[in-house]
């Protein structure tokens, strides 16, 4: 099946420092989607980004679907950007309504 | 718009129970899927069901099984309960369930079993 890799694992910024996290995927995708799971764990959507580039206040995405790998940028962090990030992609067969994660990056933002 | 409705919050069951977790999907969505959260395994996901129906399994024994009823919310049922089974049950909804389409997650179950 589709690998997803996540990375860093583990994350530890300052208020207000910029990160970058990455998934790289294994086969050709045609939907990839960036999750961040809340202290209560629901999966909040972040990005729903396919290819390209979005933007969402602090938050945005890029796609490079040739490559094989997406970003996930967080600018001017805040204590509660902290919590686990997802991204996942559907694998090539046998998709309906399936979703492989990666492992997650857990990400702390201290005062 | 409601979002993805997940009931109950929070369970405690003994093992050899049998639990049944629901979910209403975000209206107009015919598809829901399942999955389980466990800190060793991640998300794996269990099964998917549109139009009453399931199209899509996940490598999880027969004691997981599902249903999906004619309004498309979902319930999930997990028979004689193990220890290993205590996780975080999670829903998603999308319009058709297509490879390309957004999903959508419900705040979770959290099961514990004792």
């Known amino acids: 099946g589709i690998q997803v890799e996540q990375s860093p694992p583990d994350l530890i910024l300052q208020e207000g420092a910029n990160s970058t996290l990455r998934c790289n995927f294994s086969?050709?995708?045609?939907?990839l989607q960036w999750f961040h799971q809340n202290p209560w764990g629901q999966l909040i959507n972040l990005f729903y980004?396919?290819?390209g580039t979005k933007q969402n206040g602090r938050l945005s995405a890029t796609t490079v679907a040739t490559e094989r790998y997406s970003l996930l940028y967080i600018s001017s962090s805040q204590t509660t950007d902290s919590g686990v990030y997802f991204c996942?992609?559907?694998?090539?067969?046998?998709?309906?309504?399936?979703?492989?994660f990666g492992a997650g990056t857990q990400v702390v933002v201290t005062p | 718009k409601a979002g993805v409705t997940q009931t109950p919050r929070y369970l405690i069951k003994t093992r050899g129970q049998q639990v049944t977790l629901s979910c209403s999907p975000i209206s107009g969505h015919r598809s829901v899927s399942w999955y389980q959260q466990t800190p060793g395994q991640g998300l794996q996901f269990l099964f998917e069901?549109?139009?009453?129906?399931?199209?899509n399994k996940g490598n999880f024994p027969g004691r997981f099984s599902g249903r999906q009823f004619s309004n498309s919310r979902s319930e999930m049922n997990v028979s004689t309960l193990e220890l290993g089974d205590s996780a975080l049950y999670l829903c998603a909804s999308s319009p058709e369930g297509f490879s390309g389409t957004e999903a959508f997650f419900g705040q979770g179950t959290r099961l514990t079993v004792v």
């Open positions: 069901y549109f139009s009453e129906t399931q199209r």
């Open positions: 996942a992609v559907p694998p090539p067969t046998d998709s309906w309504g399936k979703l492989q």
């Open positions: 086969d050709s995708v045609n939907n």
């Open positions: 980004i396919p290819s």
